[in-house]
Each structure stands twice: as C-alpha cells, then as structure tokens.
C-alpha cells in the first residue's frame, strides 16, 4: 500500500474556488465599508452641531426655534462649508414640536473656497449632489429626538447614525 503525501489536485482546485467565492463578496463589502468609514463621519460632523444647537434650544425653551437665527450656537446658510463632501446644511421650522435638517454634498463639478482644503466632492460618485435629510422631534419636556428620513437621496448603505 501506497503511503499518501500531500494533496491532491482536485483538493487543491476545491480550497481555492472557495477562496474564489468568499473573495467575491468580501471585496464589494469591504469598498462599501472603506467609503463608509469615509464619509459617515463628514455626514455625521455637518449635521451634529445643528443637531446640539436645537436640542439646547429646546431643552430650555421647550419648544423648536422657528428659524435658525434663534440659534445663536450655529448659524445656517454658509456657502462652501469646509465640511468635507458636505456643501451646506439648512434647519426648517415645522412645528413647535417638529423640524427638518436638510445636509447637501457637493457635486462632482462643484469646488469650494480655497481656504477650505480636503473638502469638495466626495471620491464616489454615489455620494456627490446628495441629500441627507433628518426629521427632528421634540416633546413637550425638551426633548429632542432625531431620525433620518426615507426621502434621503444618500444611498442607504452610506446613511450613517443619527440618533433615533
């Protein structure tokens, strides 16, 4: 009887069409997850002053501010934010207990300021002339709560979290 060494070809051939097969899927989830890790935190960090800025706002006055001028934390409408792929984020007044944050990127074809170096259009083309829009709720103790909403032009795989 013949002693066995090693492995045999088709054994071979079977080990590296699995490697084929994980590396397939994992090569698409880690590009989604590199450009995640990427802009999340510029999504994040042009929304989150606003967001601070209201929930003291209501915190002490129980209510929303009817315009963004009452929040003196933060001031609305800049141009060319050097936020990033982040261009401008906006607050709207709905009600007393209801408001809108709306966070527009650049466009591919958009630049901004010369002071602003390392923001403009997002490398990933699924990020430029997007919308991130975040519902914002309040409750009659101050309370703020805030949810993103399904109108978002963001894909949802690059939607980051904003509270909920």
Do not use: H
């Amino acid at each position: 009887m013949k002693l066995q060494k090693g492995f045999t070809l088709i054994e071979l051939m079977i080990v590296i069409a699995i490697i084929g097969i994980l590396a397939s899927v994992a090569i698409p989830q880690y590009k989604t997850y590199t450009t995640r890790a990427k802009t999340s935190p510029e999504l994040v960090g042009g929304v989150r002053p606003l967001q601070l800025a209201l929930a003291e706002y209501a915190a002490s006055e129980l209510a929303l501010p009817t315009a963004a001028t009452q929040l003196v934390q933060w001031q609305t409408g800049e141009v060319n934010n050097c936020l990033g792929l982040v261009k401008d984020v906006t607050y709207a007044y709905t009600s007393a207990t209801a408001g809108v944050i709306t966070a527009t990127t650049y466009t591919t074809a958009e630049k901004p300021a010369t002071e602003c170096t390392g923001a403009g259009p997002a490398d990933n083309v699924e990020l430029s002339n997007k919308t991130l829009i975040v519902n914002v709720t309040a409750n009659a103790n101050g309370a703020v709560f805030f949810a993103v909403d399904a109108a978002s032009t963001v894909p949802a795989k690059y939607i980051p979290k904003i509270g909920g």
